[in-house]
């Protein structure tokens, strides 16, 4: 059964040692990430550079995604890199005026020196991903003083998060708009923006990008509590080509017991505005030191796929951890079994709403066409790839093949869910009508369909135009004409 859901695998370390990055990828990773926040521009360039090549070799298209660092709001170091332990009660401060190398028992510094004029008695700071829980008793000058709620070991450079969110550190860093010119650089497919607070961010990220030469889309990574509010949200989505659940930081800001309620709305609203949703962190945590996933992290991955999500995403299973071929096998297998559910096929996307574009009306109507014709496959002659955007919001369990000799198209479907990339060669000097033909014989010739299969094709009335699909024709597979 072909996957519909795609799978989104992180490269680092582990992806680095020979013969594993093949392995990943011959496994159905279908997107790969690379993580800003490690790493030099040598070694981000080296791994895009290895993907790219194993692509070509085995004539497969495969999306890259660069993730920007975002602003890092945390602690310095400790004296000697020593490790505390803090208890329920004790005294601790956080102190922007503490040299960032001699953080001790009773306090430490801090890496965001405005966050004393932030924060004020009663607020609560979350350190570590949620380890250390601290009350702030009271803020003296730059010295914020806290009372342990919930203590553990901590060592240097952790996170602070401030529960309820509010923090004003800007999402875009001059190293983040450095790396921005090393993702066009690499011809990146997507950039992740990372804590994003309003529309603004992402509008200011897509200049950049602009400026840079840079073609990649936005996906907006959903993890400060403010950015959940209705119409903020709605911004964002619509300004993104597409968001991400990143659990991590969004749970320890809004509270772990929130997060299903919300990782479920946010799905259902890219979806409903056409962009692409990614659901990341801590899928398969365990598979990072162990061969098999617990059952828990086998119906977290089966729920987003049944939720509708496009990708799911592996982070250190696979950057860091000990199995990663295991990694993405075990996601590949939770997916096609999660998409065996009539769930996953039903769908009421826009029944009820007029379409604004000609285009779009065209992709609405093959995908209905499709679904009660009973067709093999649905085959979208695209420049942009947005006609298979819009069939694949429609749930589904017939294939759309997004057909294009654009190859930066074929990398950007890649992250769309149900939709495979096709590298089709528009002949120049052929008539355009020709290309129906062209088209079952892909597919022919890929074993996709067979003598008797009907494929719904979609196309343009001229060739090269973006924006131009307004034909819809049903093919039956061994006609004479097509």
Not at 238 to 253: P, Q, T
Request: hydrophobic share 40%; charged share 25%; aromatic share 4%.
């Amino acid at each position: 059964m072909t996957r519909r859901t795609k799978i989104l695998a992180t490269l680092g370390p582990s992806t680095d040692r020979p013969g594993v990055l093949e392995s990943i990828l011959e496994a159905g990773v279908n997107v790969v990430r690379i993580n800003f926040s490690h790493g030099s521009e040598e070694e981000h360039l080296g791994r895009v550079k290895a993907v790219r090549e194993w692509a070509q070799a085995n004539n497969t298209y495969v999306g890259v995604l660069m993730d920007l660092q975002g602003p890092k709001i945390r602690i310095a170091s400790f004296k000697d890199g020593m490790k505390i332990e803090l208890n329920n009660g004790d005294h601790f401060a956080l102190d922007a005026d503490k040299d960032n190398l001699l953080g001790d028992q009773e306090s430490v510094g801090i890496a965001y020196k405005t966050l004393p004029q932030e924060v004020k008695p009663g607020n609560i700071l979350i350190l570590d991903d949620g380890k250390i829980v601290l009350e702030v008793s009271n803020v003296e000058g730059n010295k914020i003083n806290t009372i342990v709620q919930q203590g553990g070991i901590l060592s240097d450079k952790k996170g602070i998060n401030l529960r309820g969110g509010g923090l004003s550190a800007n999402a875009l860093t001059e190293k983040d708009k450095k790396d921005i010119l090393i993702a066009a650089k690499a011809k990146a497919d997507y950039v992740a923006l990372s804590f994003p607070i309003n529309g603004d961010d992402v509008r200011e990220t897509k200049t950049l990008l602009a400026q840079a030469g840079c073609e990649a889309g936005v996906i907006s990574k959903i993890e400060r509590a403010e950015s959940l509010e209705e119409a903020t949200i709605l911004d964002i989505i619509k300004e993104s080509a597409g968001i991400m659940v990143a659990r991590g930081d969004l749970g320890v800001e809004i509270g772990d017991a929130q997060l299903p309620a919300q990782q479920k709305r946010l799905i259902q609203m890219a979806r409903s505005n056409d962009r692409i949703v990614i659901t990341a962190t801590q899928m398969l945590e365990s598979m990072i030191e162990n061969p098999i996933p617990t059952r828990a992290e086998v119906f977290d991955v089966a729920n987003a796929v049944l939720d509708g999500t496009d990708a799911v995403m592996l982070s250190a299973e696979t950057a860091a951890g000990n199995y990663p071929k295991n990694a993405v096998l075990t996601m590949a297998e939770v997916c096609i079994e999660a998409e065996k559910n009539p769930i996953a096929k039903k769908s009421h996307h826009r029944l009820n709403e007029s379409f604004a574009h000609v285009d779009e009306t065209i992709a609405m109507s093959a995908m209905y066409a499709a679904n009660h014709l009973g067709a093999k496959v649905v085959a979208s002659l695209t420049q942009t790839g947005k006609t298979a955007m819009w069939m694949s919001r429609i749930s589904s369990g017939i294939s759309i093949y997004a057909m294009s000799d654009n190859i930066q198209t074929l990398q950007k479907v890649t992250l769309y869910r149900g939709v495979y990339p096709c590298g089709i060669d528009k002949d120049t000097n052929s008539e355009w009508s020709d290309v129906n033909q062209k088209v079952v014989d892909t597919l022919t010739k890929s074993s996709v369909v067979e003598d008797g299969d009907l494929v719904v094709l979609t196309k343009g009335m001229y060739k090269d135009k973006s924006g131009g699909t307004n034909m819809m024709k049903i093919l039956r597979v061994g006609d004479a004409n097509y």
